[in-house]
């Protein structure tokens, strides 16, 4: 789920490291009028990133999800946006937290560092909280004695397992995923269940999780990740959409001849480029679509379209 934020950080540094070499590696090309567009360029994108970085450590992080633990309410290849304020901050997992908002409720869904490797973020539905008391009966959940309804559950298999399905090292910590407890979750831990029940390595496996290690409550989906060929012909038509954009002032400014030969000629050649640039990225749009045809592409569009924007329940 870090691809996303490892992306970031790698931004980041050669930002950081530009901003050093400009800065202290040759101080004459700073100096020099001649690079400021440069230096101005490199200096808004390091603020810029470091703002984002900061954000991100304090108000929302991006996650991408790789496994099909919690399907069908989130699908692998889903880009989603987990706010880290609501459940205030534990610093490096170690202390209580501190600045909270609100505790995890029953039914959140939330990103947390996964107990047996710290190394790797999980997402799961919380379904018991301090004093609950949780008993799995053939695939049914039981909170305090009381059958749970969850419209958004999974199962992939009818068949019922047993503790002689898994070896000692894989087998659930109560002795079966589809039957156990009561199990009485205890102060500052959270059950954690995938809601797609018969593929999801959870607490059923390794126990409640510790409140320190919450991360964040997922929020948002806003994109979700096309096939190869349907993204570059969705990116080449609207980098098309927005070359036609900037033509059209471009078009309708009449030329000044205050301006000067030099500046008539460069708009001239930056007119020319963009539209170059326009007609090669509609071609190779149209290009990619016959190639994998045009109800292959609106129905991955139509796909993304009804994954972008949804709050995540």
Not at 24 to 50: C, H, Q, Y
Not at 212 to 217: A, D, N, Q, R
Not at 219 to 228: G, R
């Given at each position: 789920?870090e691809?996303?934020?490892?992306?970031?950080?790698?931004?980041?540094?050669?930002?950081?490291?530009?901003?050093a070499?400009?800065?202290?590696?040759?101080?004459?090309?700073?100096?020099?009028?001649?690079?400021?567009?440069?230096?101005?360029?490199?200096?808004?994108?390091?603020?810029?990133?470091?703002?984002?970085?900061?954000?991100?450590?304090?108000?929302v992080?991006?996650?991408?999800?790789?496994?099909?633990?919690?399907?069908?309410?989130?699908?692998?290849?889903?880009?989603?946006?987990?706010?880290?304020?609501?459940?205030?901050?534990?610093?490096?997992?170690?202390?209580?937290?501190?600045?909270?908002?609100?505790?995890?409720?029953?039914?959140?869904?939330?990103?947390?560092?996964?107990?047996?490797?710290?190394?790797?973020?999980?997402?799961?539905?919380?379904?018991?909280?301090a004093?609950?008391?949780?008993?799995?009966?053939?695939?049914?959940?039981?909170?305090?004695?009381?059958?749970?309804?969850?419209?958004?559950v999974?199962?992939?298999?009818?068949?019922?397992?047993?503790p002689?399905?898994?070896?000692?090292?894989?087998?659930?910590?109560?002795?079966?995923?589809?039957?156990?407890?009561?199990?009485?979750?205890?102060?500052?831990?959270?059950?954690?269940?995938?809601?797609?029940?018969?593929?999801?390595?959870?607490?059923?496996?390794?126990?409640?999780v510790?409140e320190?290690?919450?991360?964040?409550?997922a929020?948002?989906?806003?994109?979700?990740?096309?096939?190869?060929a349907?993204f570059?012909?969705?990116?080449?038509?609207?980098?098309?959409?927005?070359?036609?954009?900037?033509?059209?002032?471009?078009?309708?400014?009449?030329?000044?001849?205050?301006?000067?030969?030099?500046?008539?000629?460069?708009?001239?050649?930056?007119?020319?480029?963009?539209?170059?640039?326009?007609?090669?990225?509609?071609?190779?749009?149209?290009?990619?679509?016959?190639?994998?045809g045009?109800?292959?592409?609106?129905?991955?569009?139509?796909?993304?379209?009804?994954?972008?924007?949804?709050?995540?329940?």
């Open positions: 789920m691809n996303l934020n490892t992306i970031l950080y790698i931004m980041a540094g050669v930002l950081t490291l530009a901003e070499v400009i800065r202290w590696g040759f101080p004459a090309f700073r100096k020099n009028p001649a690079n400021a567009g440069t230096i101005e360029t490199v200096d808004s994108l390091w603020v810029a990133m470091i703002i984002a970085l900061s954000l991100k450590a304090v108000l992080q991006p996650f991408t999800i790789p496994t099909g633990s919690m399907e069908d309410t989130l699908l692998v290849g889903d880009y989603l946006l987990v706010k880290k304020y609501e459940y205030g901050y534990s610093l490096f997992n170690k202390t209580p937290r501190f600045l909270q908002f609100k505790k995890p409720q029953k039914g959140d869904i939330l990103v947390f560092v996964y107990p047996e490797d710290p190394s790797k973020d999980f997402i799961k539905r919380c379904r018991g909280v004093g609950d008391v949780l008993e799995y009966k053939n695939k049914e959940l039981y909170i305090n004695g009381v059958k749970q309804d969850e419209p958004y999974k199962h992939i298999s009818s068949r019922i397992d047993s002689a399905d898994y070896n000692i090292v894989d087998r659930p910590r109560y002795g079966s995923r589809d039957n156990f407890g009561p199990v009485t979750v205890e102060a500052g831990q959270y059950f954690m269940m995938g809601d797609n029940r018969d593929n999801s390595l959870d607490s059923r496996f390794w126990g409640p510790d320190k290690l919450i991360k964040g409550k929020w948002v989906i806003y994109w979700h990740s096309l096939n190869t349907n570059i012909a969705l990116f080449s038509l609207v980098t098309g959409a927005v070359c036609f954009l900037m033509l059209i002032p471009m078009w309708a400014r009449k030329p000044n001849p205050a301006d000067g030969e030099l500046l008539l000629q460069e708009a001239e050649s930056t007119k020319k480029f963009i539209l170059y640039l326009m007609v090669g990225v509609f071609v190779l749009a149209g290009a990619v679509i016959f190639t994998v045009l109800a292959e592409f609106r129905e991955g569009l139509g796909f993304l379209g009804s994954r972008m924007f949804r709050l995540i329940h």
